[in-house]
């Protein structure tokens, strides 16, 4: 990486229903890398059309290759990687894109989230397909010419649901111990591995520790993270709504009352995975990177990289202003008129509706 910065992947809920990119998408992420991030991340993909969470990208069939590669070149727009996250939503699929009767995911456990459905559970052939559509979705990658893959083992999606004891409920090989949750999080990150080979990017994105009532703690989240560093993965990203605040993204989502914090660790989580990898891979930090201090402070803890989200959606010459100096002109919210923030942003319109649906999400001018 030419440097430490990587744009965060950050689900535009545009794409086409074919699970191809629209331009507005293109667009987006092409103006935000022109800055000059070492590396980019995409919006999730999804590799299974049943493991579908909103209206984004996939890579479950080659007549995406081409849509795929042309947002593999829209982020590198000024030479940085191009990384494509991959994702399954289990039990947060939706069930207006899949259909109620096809949500599926490692237990019926419904999620947190105000109104879901409760899915069925997979079988253990179910389970070994989805590892299948994972190394598939990593081949299309290659195929199409990305630098590498990101699993999306955080923020509540199916992998995540596979290693929590709150949504893994299993008495096969794929549940019921510790040791066994971590089973999918490893078949899935190996296999990603498999298919890109020994020189391709592999990261993997974790959500450190569970807040919610009787969900895995930061020590359960280390023993995985020691298991993942045995696989030769590129990086770890740790997935935090604040680096500084040790708070994780919470199943509910709502942003505006959150559920009450049940767990906190005590120590950071990225010290603590930068602690436990020790230089096997390099550690990723997110989650409320505004300014280069702020980035220098994630660095002091322990990050090799800093990924940055919302600040390069409300501002996306961010990259340039910090590297210019002229941290005074960023901008530091969407501006009160919503008409004004998809032409002047170079954000998609259905992602203006997503970021606007949720309040205290992003802020506003
Ligand atoms: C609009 C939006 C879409 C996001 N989509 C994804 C995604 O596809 N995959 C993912 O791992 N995280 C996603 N995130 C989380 C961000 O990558 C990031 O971790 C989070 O916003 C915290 O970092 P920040 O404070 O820099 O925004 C998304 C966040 C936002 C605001």
Request: proline share 5%.
């Amino acid at each position: 990486m030419a440097n430490r910065f990587a744009i965060a992947p950050l689900t535009t809920d545009s794409s086409h229903d074919d699970g191809t990119a629209t331009e507005y998408e293109l667009e987006f992420v092409r103006r935000r890398a022109a800055s000059g991030f070492g590396a980019a991340i995409s919006s999730a993909a999804y590799v299974e059309q049943n493991g579908r969470s909103w209206q984004g990208i996939g890579a479950t069939h080659d007549g995406q290759l081409s849509s795929l590669h042309r947002l593999a070149e829209s982020m590198r727009a000024a030479g940085g990687l191009a990384i494509l996250q991959i994702y399954d939503g289990g039990r947060i699929a939706k069930p207006e894109l899949i259909g109620e009767q096809c949500l599926r995911a490692p237990s019926a456990v419904a999620s947190l989230r105000p109104g879901a459905k409760t899915p069925r559970a997979m079988t253990g052939n179910e389970v070994g397909n989805l590892i299948a559509s994972f190394r598939e979705a990593a081949s299309r990658a290659r195929k199409a010419g990305f630098d590498g893959v990101e699993v999306h083992g955080a923020n509540h999606y199916a992998v995540h649901q596979f290693f929590s004891p709150r949504a893994n409920h299993r008495a096969d090989h794929w549940g019921g111990t510790l040791l066994k949750r971590m089973n999918f999080p490893l078949a899935v990150a190996q296999a990603v591995r498999d298919a890109l080979g020994p020189k391709l990017i592999v990261g993997f994105r974790i959500t450190p520790f569970e807040s919610e009532p009787d969900g895995y703690t930061l020590e359960d989240a280390k023993l995985l993270c020691n298991e993942l560093g045995k696989l030769n993965l590129d990086y770890i990203s740790v997935s935090l709504d604040d680096y500084r605040m040790s708070r994780p993204v919470g199943e509910t989502r709502v942003y505006d009352s959150p559920v009450e914090n049940k767990y906190t660790p005590a120590e950071n989580p990225i010290t603590e995975f930068a602690r436990v990898i020790a230089g096997r891979s390099a550690v990723m930090a997110s989650g409320g990177i505004k300014t280069c201090i702020d980035a220098e402070g994630a660095i002091k803890m322990g990050a090799d990289l800093v990924a940055v989200g919302r600040a390069v959606v409300v501002d996306p010459e961010w990259l340039s202003k910090v590297r210019s100096k002229s941290e005074a002109s960023i901008l530091a919210g969407l501006p009160k008129d919503e008409l004004e923030i998809a032409k002047a942003l170079s954000i998609p319109p259905r992602m203006v509706e997503y970021l606007l649906s949720r309040p205290g999400w992003i802020p506003r001018l």
